[in-house]
């Protein structure tokens, strides 16, 4: 659990990252993403276990980039994040001019194909996981043949740094 302290120097930090992102001066919508955020407890789909090790900063639109900094802020800055594995459109989904409806991304069949890699793995359900203790279980399975397999057709994979954070053999 968070002391009082360490959470608003959490938001703080996300705060002034969204906007230096956003480019906006109205702190009325940073802090309303921000309480949302901080407060839920985040849906993650299964690959987005490995994009939010591996995020950079970009994305499909400033929405998207804004979301997914202060998603992966909480999840980086905290000890113990509760996050609900959901099979389906996430947390993450909700602000990309990807997603069409729930459970529609518009590259469907490539989405579930990564996820259901992502499951099949590392034997993961739809259910409550501690976010830190799965990705340090990811990592010490994780290997470059896994990594090619689940990620090889992402168009980010190969100028991105997922590979290089995640895998550790
Ligand atoms: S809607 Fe599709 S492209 Fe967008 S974050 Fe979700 S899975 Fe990725």
Not at 123 to 145: C, D, F, N, P, R
Request: aromatic letters at 6%; proline letters at 1%.
């Amino acid at each position: 659990m968070m002391g009082g302290r360490v959470c608003v120097g959490l938001t703080a930090r996300i705060k002034k990252g969204l906007a230096e992102i956003l480019c906006v001066s109205s702190r009325v919508i940073i802090d309303r993403v921000m309480s949302e955020i901080m407060a839920s407890l985040i849906r993650l789909r299964p690959h987005h276990l490995l994009c939010t090790q591996g995020y950079e900063g970009r994305g499909y639109s400033k929405e998207f980039v804004a979301n997914m900094t202060a998603i992966t802020a909480r999840l980086r800055g905290e000890d113990k994040t509760s996050v609900q594995l959901v099979f389906s459109t996430d947390d993450i989904c909700d602000a990309c001019p990807q997603k069409l409806a729930e459970d529609l991304c518009a590259r469907n069949d490539k989405m579930k194909l990564l996820d259901g890699k992502v499951c099949d793995y590392f034997a993961l359900g739809e259910k409550q996981y501690i976010y830190q203790e799965l990705v340090s279980e990811i990592k010490a399975k994780m290997t470059a043949a896994m990594m090619d397999d689940i990620c090889g057709d992402c168009s980010w994979y190969s100028e991105s740094a997922c590979k290089d954070i995640i895998v550790c053999s």
